[in-house]
């Protein structure tokens, strides 16, 4: 049971700090924390492969064994006694939702959501589980699909659960999707020797595979598309509609946050084109369509891309400087691309080799690594990442290195919306972990429950991470020993 316990309140009284870099004036704020006990886990029983850690980092869920049957522990309370799991539960992407998949003692799989059992139940077909468990939750968290293993007169077959509805029986089903509402739902199903996609219900014609990595709906919704081949061909369907045939496709689809472009990069040859909306942006001998990124409001588009010998990163079409090697563009707030190069790559971690690009001009100095992502400030005046030299990581903000640390994820640094605030957790020499603010650092913790790296797609990143409120704080889970506390940062009163 969760115990509301005000640990103890920790006053950090920093003195006002301007920074003289050009164009840049910051105050490092002084700030509180406050220590609230969430739980206290049994080490013994707890199984820590189930640990699940919400999107913003304030929550978690985990499946505590007593004996044959389990709970998963949600937040510090315990629910009902199962004779199984599956996987790891599964959070919403803001948050507030939680669903796992269980077993009851008559061998039936379900999906609990918030505490509630699903009425629908299936048992164990041919070896395997009832259900599946890749929980698919809307962004919104109202609606929750999943995919299930039915007995179709002795044959093994798949359906897609939706808001309590099945769907039609086929012989694999892969590629769940659905629309940031929840209101329409894809998936890939396979009849026989060929792959459909069927949306909203409706299959799609059929072809002789479809891309592992689709379909995918636009952001806003309106919007389907997916990867497939026929014989030697391979071609992408939006909507319905056909595009060009090509050599073959690589991973990636991602549609514009406006929903009104698609990016992707097929292969001509042993080339690939990159192929945004209706327009071939030219050929390349090396693409990784990993890196896609688009401005916020989806007019521009920053890749990377490379020859025999050289990396480059491309922005609407208009090639860059060439480089041994270029980190993951990003798009800053103010519409810049920044990435990471180097012109001496795979040396030592001691020589220096790496340094950041912004708007096509480098800045700061050089550093043995740097990590991606390269983060901007609201306003587009302030610039951090994480770079290391030797054994040591540290954060470089406005040209200025901070603190080194043993290592620092990456994937946590966060201005706060004003840009005042830089946020990111780290870990010590003497193996604690710590959350630094504007390079100020917090009570140090054996662990700290953020979700970074891990909090991968289909949550989109403005999800996962620090989230501010308001009023500047921010929050985030804590381990000390077997108790875990919800730490809440926050500017303290003049």
Known sequence: MAVAWAYGVKEIAWAD???DSPGVETTVRARSESLTLVDVVDLRRWRPDTLAVSPDGTRMAYVLFDGPSGRIVIDGRAGTSYAGFGAKPVFSADSRHVAYLAMNAQKLWFVVADGIESREKYSTVQGHAGVFPNLQWSLDGRELAYISSVDANGALKQVVVADHVEGRKYDEIAGLAMDPKGERVAYAARTG???AVVVDGKEGP????????SPVFSPDGRHVAYGAQEGRRFFVVIDGKRGRDYDDLGGALLFAPDSKRLVY???VGRRRAVVVGDEELGLFERVDDGSFAFSRDGRHLAFKAGDATSWFVVVDGNK???????????FMPDGRVAHSACDQCGGTMEAPAQFVVVGGRRIGAAYADIADPIVGSSDGRRVAFVAKRGAAAFVVVDSREQRSYASIVAQSLRFSPDGQDLVYAASTASGKYVVVDSDQEGTAFDAVGLRGSECAFPVPSQYCGWRFERDGSFAYLAWQRDRVYLVRSSPRSP
């Open 17 to 19: 700090e301007d920074d």
């Open 193 to 195: 020797n060929q792959w």
């Open 206 to 213: 059929r072809h002789d595979g479809v891309l592992a990595t």
């Open 265 to 267: 990069a097929p292969g």
């Open 320 to 330: 860059g400087l060439s480089y041994r090697g270029v980190g993951r563009p990003v």
